[in-house]
């Protein structure tokens, strides 16, 4: 007799944990015989994973940059030692053949490393010492915006989740992801590898469930201080900005053909402190 | 017009005040002779692709100090905006476009050195519109309106090193919606960056403090600009509505409440404009055991008494640790009893007049819920002039977080205080607001000011000082104070485009 497969139950990833929905609910997500039954995330759902990525933020923005970097570059390392399982699933989307998977797969992996090498670099590129006219020393520094909610686009699949997340992460936000549908095997199999590459618990959380039940709760969420959400119709944009107005949100609604490249997108998602302090006379 | 007298009306007024009734603080009268802006009483006009034309109706300005009109000026309604647009629109095609960046430099170089030779008059006029004191409009509004401008002419032609890898291009029409509380500075503000970067703009000064701003149009017309660079529609707030709203903007920068901050990002949605918002503030000014206190105390005078408490960054919430609390409270009480309140025209006076009744009821009626909710309020002894808009310096003492006085901005010349034991407890309290614009720190001990200037949650910090500005440093703020900043490098930002990449990049 063959031996039985053992299938894997497809949940959320929230503090560092892998949850079902608190809500009990599921949704089929795929294609015909690649569809499952992916975890369907709830607003419930949605505000633990804001509390646990606040939670966890203030330890993620202190921790040395080089600490930052040396863990994106595991989670890279992450991704490449499970490149095959993540490229197959990946390739059970429509249009996607097994090679072009494997190879976005890997380009993750490289993504990943690229964004490591970010971590401890963007300070001094944004940073200045400002020649102010007077007896101070004046300098400014970027500091993480906080907590991010992230939407990630539709397409790839793979290198579109972590093109989201990586920017967030290299500048010591902490992170909702919410996956495209369709991808929800894909954003699973991508949680799993960063559960593993001591990435702490809260720092990224990911949730599968439908986009229009949870893009209203994403936007009026007190303590999300900063949205970016790929693939909007201007109906969503006018819900999304009308609702984040309340806790005076950073959106952004990326258009295609006018991306934000590194490291402007990590400055996306900082804030920037001045300092001021006397100099003797 | 006098202010109505209310229950809880600040403080006790001279009967029958005399001329000099502005005097007090024992000096001798040193006003400023008004004679300098040659005031008529033509109206004045909207400013709108270079020329100078009548609005939709027309509203006087009041100096709050006396109460008295000043002059009348046009409000403009959706026609002019419409027109005001149009006409930036047209110069963002035309004429600014096609200036080499250097020679865009050179125009505002020349409108810096315009507004320093005028100073004095712009100091007076800001003075006589706004309430505030004439030693502050003259040392640090309008030669920082001008250095602002000076700095920023510089960065015209020196744009692509503002962003390695990127080649930064103008966004086009700019929106600017200004408050009252420094109508010049603001402008300049607002203008330089956006200028230098090769916008034009619309800009919409305050409906209490219109006159600055149209001064500055005529020295923005004697520079030379081409016409449609700047426009200058004065007006309410639904002329900045329609404004911020109108389909040929796109970006908009603002400066006032957070609640109108927050208005302007609803009407924006859906609209893929730009925009900046510098918004309110409810600052944290820690002092700890181990500070000069005599020097704490100046700054914590300057921090809240500042433009008469109408700033955004200013330090109203006062956190002192608990064994220099009866000391410090002592002597701030002292020194705010030799503040000398009145004429704002008088180079004697600290703190001038607040700048409108409808702020001065705001301030009444945040005081009267100070001491509702059991708070301690002490007020300085000054004899506040009859006429006009007057708040006496006050304190609350024995104010606790969900206190009204302490979690909303007040934007009046009123401190509550708290006290701490930890610095943990300090930056507990301190960061425990939807604000986060500005905060400040006293400590002689280095590694503590790192310590918790590193853990506010604000855009700008000062240590071991308050209340300092510069065109070279980013202002702005965190959370619920604002989105984006202005001044220094990272201003820039706001009026760029930046998804072009470097001809020099691979």
Not at chain 2, 226 to 252: C, M, S
Request: aromatic share 6%; glycine share 10%.
């Amino acid at each position: 007799m063959n031996r039985i497969s053992v299938r894997k139950t497809h949940k959320l990833y929230i503090g560092g944990d892998f949850p079902r929905s608190e809500s009990g609910r599921t949704f089929r997500d795929g294609e015909a015989e690649h569809a499952i039954e992916a975890s369907r995330a709830s607003r419930k759902d949605l505000r633990n994973a804001v509390v646990a990525a606040r939670k966890a933020q203030p330890g993620w923005a202190a921790a040395p940059p080089f600490l930052r970097s040396q863990i994106l570059y595991r989670a890279a390392e992450m991704v490449e030692s499970r490149a095959e399982s993540i490229a197959a699933s990946l390739a059970t989307a429509p249009g996607t053949s097994e090679k072009s998977a494997l190879a976005e797969t890997h380009a993750t992996a490289d993504l990943l490393v690229h964004y490591a090498g970010w971590c401890d670099k963007y300070q001094s590129i944004f940073s200045s010492v400002n020649p102010v006219s007077g007896p101070f020393f004046n300098f400014s520094v970027p500091e993480p915006v906080g907590v991010v909610g992230l939407v990630a686009p539709a397409a790839p699949g793979l290198l579109g989740l972590a093109t989201a997340l990586a920017p967030a992460l290299a500048g010591g936000n902490t992170a909702i992801l919410l996956a495209a549908p369709g991808h929800a095997a894909t954003a699973l199999a991508f949680a799993e590898a960063l559960a593993t590459s001591d990435l702490p618990g809260g720092v990224a959380n990911i949730l599968t469930g439908l986009r229009d039940e949870l893009l209203p709760h994403f936007a009026s969420h007190m303590d999300i201080d900063s949205l970016i959400v790929h693939n909007t119709t201007r109906d969503q944009r006018v819900a999304i900005q009308t609702a984040a107005a309340d806790s005076l949100k950073r959106l952004t609604f990326p258009e295609p053909g006018r991306d934000t490249p590194p490291p402007y997108d990590i400055l996306n998602l900082q804030e920037i402190k001045t300092t001021w302090h006397p100099v003797a006379s | 017009m006098t202010t109505k007298r209310k229950s809880t009306k600040p403080h006790r007024r001279t009967a029958n005040a005399p001329e000099n009734s502005f005097v007090a603080g024992g000096f001798a009268p040193a006003p400023e002779d008004a004679s300098i802006l040659r005031l008529d009483t033509k109206p004045r006009r909207l400013l709108i692709g270079g020329k100078w034309v009548a609005g939709a109706s027309t509203r006087e300005t009041i100096n709050p100090a006396t109460g008295e009109p000043i002059a009348t000026f046009a409000i403009a309604g959706p026609k002019q905006v419409d027109a005001a647009v149009a006409a930036a629109r047209r110069a963002y095609e035309g004429e600014w476009s096609a200036l080499p960046a250097a020679e865009r430099g050179k125009l505002l170089f020349r409108l810096a050195r315009l507004l320093q030779e005028r100073s004095r008059e712009f100091a007076v006029l800001e003075s006589l519109d706004g309430g505030k004191p004439i030693r502050e409009s003259r040392d640090i509004d309008i030669p920082l309106a001008a250095a602002h401008i000076f700095h920023h002419a510089g960065w015209a032609d020196k744009l692509d090193y503002a962003a390695p890898g990127r080649r930064p291009r103008p966004l086009g029409v700019a929106a600017q919606i200004i408050p009252w509380n420094f109508p010049l500075l603001m402008a300049a503000w607002k203008l330089a960056p956006a200028l230098a970067t090769g916008n034009t703009v619309v800009l919409k000064p305050a409906e209490t403090t219109p006159l600055t701003a149209l001064l500055l149009g005529q020295l923005i017309e004697e520079a030379g600009f081409p016409p449609g660079v700047v426009n200058i529609l004065t007006g309410a707030g639904q002329t900045g509505a329609t404004l911020a709203a109108h389909p040929g903007v796109d970006k908009i920068a603002f400066t006032g409440s957070t609640a109108v901050g927050k208005a302007i990002q609803r009407a924006l949605a859906g609209s893929q404009k730009r925009y900046t918002l510098e918004l309110g503030g409810k600052a944290a000014h820690i002092l700890f055991e181990d500070c000069a206190i005599d020097q704490a105390v100046e700054g914590i005078i300057n921090g809240i008494f500042f433009n008469q408490g109408h700033v955004c960054c200013a330090g109203s919430r006062l956190f002192v640790q608990e064994g220099i609390a009866d000391t410090v409270i002592r002597k701030l009480k002292r020194r705010i009893e030799t503040l000398v309140v009145g004429d704002p025209l008088d180079k004697n006076t600290d703190i001038g007049a607040i700048n409108s009744p409808e702020q001065l009821e705001r301030i009444q009626e945040l005081v009267a819920a100070g001491k509702a909710e059991g708070a301690e309020c002490w007020q300085g002894p000054q004899t506040l002039p009859r006429r006009g808009c007057w708040f006496a310096p006050t304190l609350f003492t024995g104010c606790s977080q969900s206190h009204r006085i302490v979690r909303e901005e007040i934007f009046g010349p009123v401190l509550a205080i708290q006290t701490f034991r930890t610095p943990a407890e300090a930056i507990e309290k301190a960061n425990n607001t939807p604000f986060g614009l500005s905060g400040g720190v006293w400590t002689d001990k280095g590694a503590k000011i790192f310590k918790v200037t590193g853990a506010l949650r604000a855009g700008v910090i000062w240590a071991n000082t308050f209340n300092k500005f510069d065109p070279s440093s980013p202002f702005g703020g965190y959370k619920e104070s604002g989105i984006g900043r202005e001044g220094g490098l990272h201003g820039l930002h706001a009026y760029l485009d930046l998804h072009h990449q470097s001809p020099t990049m691979s």
